[in-house]
């Protein structure tokens, strides 16, 4: 089945991060996938322009079959080095460097998760490494809880984007931290990436509904049975999801609006 | 430390609480979203064994996603197989009488380099226990003169102290693995007789001093053929939920090693069948979903292969468990037989056969 041909005309609606232009709002991971071509046969069929992988799973010595490099090789693929295995700001600032030389990219997504079992990200230490390495010419897209004022403090200190995370990573519960995103949403300066806990293309599509400039997927995808066709169901989702905020959705109602029970009183005889 | 809570629990009582539990405990445990140390024991009850199939459907969904389609390779690299100790089950038994051997610098790296062309970037070192020659002066030069080699570095040695850790952390050791054997405090002295090992209690406390030494990762199990195993790996489990709390940035992976024949020993005094430690594989991973869960080459080829889907994210391959018996002393005493004797190629194809990426890297020292 085709899942790719769409009848609307695609509206120029670039997102834009540091000073870069993205036709697709959808990122994705790179990990546990079953092998190399199928993650690459995924990510093409997503769309994606940017994908994140983890430093720390990349062969640098490995110029053979297994290098993952060699499928991620497509002009309009960006790569967007992560430093998952960090544990402080320090970790991951030397985690930079060490991405930023090997792959010849300053985009970076700042990845601090001293807790190994649920990946919850450190909020003080991210800060710190973010300020750093803003400093040092890194696009920084760090990571993050849904927590509005860090999100503040982050754009103050000058990163590319923030990524909050909708549940936890690897959980595919969807959007758990819905109204911390939409504040986030509503005050954000920078681009907002959901990232982390979307597990349906249904997930990505109220994300990008309510105003999220992209989303970051890997498990879903990754996981899947036919994680190509998931690929292409995501793609489509995000774009939906994006479509529907542009053209304004209407309010929700919690329930039927009754007469005016409260302003009965103002109204004359016979109104 | 973990002994205020271990001296709270009598093995019989935990025994028998685990063997009545019924069909209902179970069907909860598989239920809920999360599990607790009542619903492990449920899981891993004989009460359990008719949900087999059950277990492992859930046992494998839980596994992909977290892990995804991945299993990691690594190879054990033995150092030496002198030791003061008397272990009933082990080939390095001190009243072994055989000829012994400890690696030099040279031979170290004559293996690493064997090891390197098969593809290996974690290793494992693996030591008997004899302080006086490899202690840690010798772990600390091994592990310079590797760390330029592998990626990931870890140690199953002899319990070391706290500082004693954090030097090795320091030199970029990224796990230790410390197998209580046995948590039946009783019996413990009748496997380990004589030597420093006897000491129950330091073994005990040497996950607590791990955790302060702020290592990365600590691996936890018990050698499954000297007590009833399902008691054994309560006791892991609450070994594992202690440590959670305690030391939060440590990470945790749990082995399953039965007994192997090895040279001069005793015979299993329990037998846990491929039907139950598959059932105890699934329930390890039903009760934690983000354990790394390991499996060595004492296990057959066919177990190994099946065991995959399941639930096992991390094996070795290629295994030689004789120091210098890759390269340099081919005929050296070894630990145990080993049962997969594939080469660590081979494992990787069938790896990959299965649909799963083989990974030999995922680790980067960060500083």
């Known amino acids: 089945m085709q899942f790719t041909t769409h009848n609307y005309k695609r509206m120029n609606d670039p997102l834009v991060i540091a000073g870069k232009s993205f036709q697709s709002r959808l990122f994705l991971g790179t990990g546990k996938f079953g092998n190399h071509q199928e993650m690459e046969a995924a990510i093409v069929a997503s769309g994606s322009e940017l994908v994140t992988m983890a430093l720390k799973r990349i062969d640098f010595n490995d110029k053979e079959e297994d290098d993952i490099l060699r499928y991620l090789n497509h002009d309009h693929i960006n790569l967007l080095p992560n430093t998952s295995g960090a544990r402080t700001a320090d970790e991951a600032i030397f985690a930079a460097r060490l991405a930023r030389e090997a792959l010849q990219t300053n985009w970076l997504k700042l990845e601090i998760h001293p807790d190994p079992r649920y990946l919850m990200p450190d909020a003080i230490e991210t800060l710190k490494a973010a300020e750093q390495l803003v400093k040092e010419g890194f696009v920084v897209l760090p990571y993050i809880h849904a927590d509005p004022v860090l999100c503040k403090r982050l754009e103050a200190v000058g990163v590319a984007a923030v990524m909050p995370l909708g549940a936890p990573i690897g959980s595919n519960k969807g959007l758990r931290t819905l109204d911390f995103l939409e504040i986030i949403i509503e005050q954000s300066n920078v681009p907002v990436v959901v990232d982390a806990g979307i597990g349906a293309p249904s997930h990505a599509a109220a994300a990008l509904e309510m105003g999220a400039d992209a989303v970051l997927v890997n498990t879903a995808i990754a996981v899947a049975q036919d994680s190509v066709q998931m690929a292409t169901a995501f793609k489509i989702a995000v774009e939906a999801g994006r479509m529907a905020y542009n053209a304004k959705l209407g309010a929700v109602q919690q329930r039927a609006v009754a007469s005016s029970p409260l302003t009965e009183f103002l109204m004359v005889n016979g109104e | 430390m973990f002994d205020h809570i271990f001296n709270q629990h009598s093995w019989h009582d935990v025994q028998s609480s685990i063997y009545s539990k019924t069909a209902g405990e179970v069907e909860l445990a598989l239920r809920k979203s999360k599990r607790d140390i009542e619903d492990f024991k449920a899981l891993i009850s004989p009460a359990a064994a008719p949900y087999l199939e059950q277990m492992a459907q859930l046992s494998a969904a839980l596994t992909q996603k977290r892990f995804g389609k991945t299993v990691q390779l690594y190879v054990p690299l033995y150092l030496s197989n002198e030791c003061q100790n008397i272990c009933t089950y082990c080939g390095f038994s001190y009243d072994n009488k055989i000829k012994r051997k400890t690696l030099s610098s040279f031979e170290i790296l004559q293996e690493a380099e064997y090891l390197k062309q098969q593809g290996f970037e974690h290793v494992l070192l693996v030591t008997g226990e004899a302080n006086k020659t490899v202690g ?232």
């Open chain 2, 136 to 367: 840690l002066d010798y772990f600390q030069k091994a592990i310079r003169l590797l760390r330029p080699h592998f990626r990931n570095i870890s140690i199953e040695v002899q319990p070391l102290d706290a500082n004693e850790y954090a030097a090795l952390t320091q030199e970029g050791l990224h796990a230790v693995l410390v197998y209580q054997e046995t948590y039946n405090k009783e019996h413990y002295k009748d496997y380990h007789p004589k030597g420093k090992k006897s000491n129950f209690d330091y073994r005990l406390e040497t996950p607590d001093r791990l955790g302060t030494a702020n290592i990365h990762k600590i691996g936890l199990g018990v050698l499954m053929g000297l007590e009833d195993w399902r008691t054994d790996n309560f006791f892991t489990a609450l070994h594992l939920s202690y440590l959670e709390k305690q030391y939060w940035q440590t990470r945790y992976s749990i082995s399953f090693p039965r007994l192997r024949p090895a040279e001069g020993l005793i015979e299993p005094k329990v037998v846990i069948n491929d039907r139950e430690l598959t059932q105890l594989i699934c329930a390890w991973r039903i009760f934690r979903e983000e354990l790394e869960l390991s499996i060595s080459t004492r296990e057959s080829q066919s177990f190994r292969d099946n065991i995959i889907r399941l639930g096992i994210t991390s094996m070795s391959a290629g295994s030689a468990t004789n120091p210098g018996g890759y390269v340099t002393e081919p005929e050296s005493l070894e630990q145990f037989c080993i049962d997969d004797n594939r080469s660590p190629a081979v494992v990787a194809a069938m790896i990959k056969e299965q649909g799963y990426t083989p990974v030999w890297k995922d680790w980067t020292a960060f500083s």
